[in-house]
């Protein structure tokens, strides 16, 4: 097969061959024994090496688990959208306000902080959402509540806060990457056609902007959901995420088919949500093409978008009765993935590149 | 100048995103031994008692050989790799590079905890060396996007000239393409040095009894009498960083400069 390739590809693939035997032995290999481990099971200090499914059908009934991996789900969700709703405004002003040659220190000014101490980062989001904290402090001075609050600390809430902090320069720069590559003669041209501020904004920059929306979500979604640190800084015992169980799975109980099974499960879980979401996406567009933008179309959009949700939560809630607590995942999946792949097969590539 | 709704929103958001750090220092310098308002103080006390704890100064021992190390080896694995993907075309292209820069995007848990399973299995114990591997890993992404902009700027006729001059290949990357590409890597090998120099989980799942500084820290956390030392020696990490960071980017602009490209600014 080595004579079938061209000198240059031979050549390119000498050179990148070290960087990628490093990652095959130290990514590729840890994480197929990682999925190895979850067909097996211990006794005691033994590995048996039988191949069975019984971790992965304990993972998925087992009612500890199933609260921390939707928990962990809805966290990481929550932070996303609040870390891409408040990064949008920042890359636009970055983008469209700043002059030219001060774009590259607002950009930097904005990494700053993602470069210091993670640990100290979030130690002090505790300090300052404390009862005695300076948030509370500040409220009470201006006389606009009584007492601290109780919700913004050792709770989900305060994991939000601080892990939006944490990847806010993750969401800003994609978005700020599409927004500059965006032709500003468009937007002279939407409004030379009589198009208000408000729709040339909604009906032409969202839509050109949306590929960095999307990757700002891939970014922040995909290590949210497996965040360690702050949930035991922050969080409290309500505000406890999946990672947290994968390491007293593996230190605390030393059970590591256990906590691998639990490895394997949040990245599946994430790869079909995201898959499922950025797919589901693509059928908004689609529908939205289909009636015309503006307000029927983000209306219908929306419509399919809360019946979509609707149907899961329904499953998730009701669906044990009927399927039993891990056939109702099973069809959980069957629907989701049943519903993105034939909207991958039968509409076409749309807008975006999705 | 008009002032805008999104100007003050920019601003707001920058104290948001400076918070934590401007907050720092205040505590580090005050003269209380409780991490909360009002200040009470100024201090250099906890700095001075910085001085004077040994399992510090080995944590941080370890930290600078693991930092060292993390920023020569994952600098050089991504100088092949970034060259590789600027210069050639090669089968898989796509894939291989995606995997390379895979770290980026994983969960630092799952890269932890699978890295830990191999090694227990292999029977080998957790060590300085697991932590450079495993950092190695994790900056090399980081290493690859950076030097990528450097060699992505390079006009490939310098290259042919020096060749058809008489220069082996070797001989022209030596002296035409390492020049020009030097201000990048010194710019990969202060970040991947400041992000193993900051890199918690990994350290903590691999550490074994050789922690780290942030493992140090981590444990120090659950003693509110260390806090307020905690607090100095995060401002001078924190200063460490933020100095580390404004010199490679000098450096890193300093490059781009050299080729005559505007700076697109940032380092992602």
Known sequence: ?354 | MRIRPLGVFAVLYLVFLYAPIVLLPLFAFNDGTVIAFPLRGFTWGWFAELGNIPALHEATLNSLIIACSVAILATCLGMFAARAATRYNFPLKGGIMGFIMLPLVLPEVIVAISLLVVLMQLGLETSIFTIILGHTLLCMPFAIAILQGSFAGLDQSLEEAAVDLGETRAGAFRLVILPLVVPGIIASLLICFIISLDEFIIAFFLSGNEPTLPVYLWGQLRFPARLPVVMALGTILVALSIVLLIVADGFRRRGLRKMGQNDAGGFL
């Not at chain 1, 688990?65 to 959208?81: D, F």
């Open chain 1, 1 to 354: 097969m080595a004579q079938g390739l061209s000198r240059d590809a031979r050549q390119g693939l000498t050179i990148v061959s070290p960087a990628l035997i490093f990652a095959l032995l130290l990514l590729a290999f840890p994480l197929l024994t990682i999925i190895a481990f979850s067909f097996w099971t211990q006794n005691f200090l033994e590995i048996d090496r039988t191949f069975t499914l019984e971790n992965y059908s304990e993972a998925l009934t087992d009612p500890l688990y199933r609260a921390l991996m939707m928990r962990s789900l809805r966290i990481a969700a929550s932070v996303t959208a609040v870390t891409v709703v408040l990064a949008f405004p920042i890359a636009y002003f970055i983008s469209f306000y700043v002059r030219p040659e001060k774009k590259a220190i607002w950009l930097f000014l904005i990494t700053i902080p993602f470069w210091t101490s993670y640990l100290i980062r979030i130690f002090l989001w505790r300090v300052i959402l404390a009862f005695d904290g300076p948030v509370n402090g500040t409220l009470m001075e201006l006389g606009l509540i009584e007492e601290p609050l109780s919700w913004i600390l050792y709770n989900a809430n305060a994991v939000v806060i601080t892990l939006a902090h944490a990847f806010a320069p993750f969401a800003i720069l994609p978005i700020f990457v599409s927004l500059e590559k965006i032709d500003r003669s468009l937007l002279e041209a939407a409004k030379d056609l009589g198009e208000g501020a408000v729709m040339t904004f909604f009906r032409v920059t969202l839509p050109l902007a949306m590929p960095g929306v999307l990757a700002a979500v891939l970014i922040v979604f995909i290590p949210t959901v497996g965040d360690y640190v702050t949930p035991r800084l922050v969080g409290g015992s309500g505000g406890t995420m999946i990672a947290n169980m994968i390491y007293v799975q593996i230190f605390d109980l030393s059970n590591r088919p256990m906590g691998a099974t639990l490895a394997v499960v949040a990245m599946l879980t994430v790869t079909i949500t995201l898959a499922w979401a950025i797919l589901h996406v693509r059928f908004w567009v689609h529908l939205n093409d289909r009636v015309g933008g503006g307000i029927a179309g983000l209306a219908l959009a929306g419509a399919a978008a809360v019946v979509d949700v609707g149907i899961l939560w329904w499953l998730w809630t009701n669906g044990a009765d009927w399927f039993g607590p891990a056939g109702v995942l099973g069809v959980m999946a069957a629907i989701m993935a049943g519903g993105a792949i034939s909207i991958a097969v039968f509409l076409p590539k749309g807008r975006w590149g999705i």
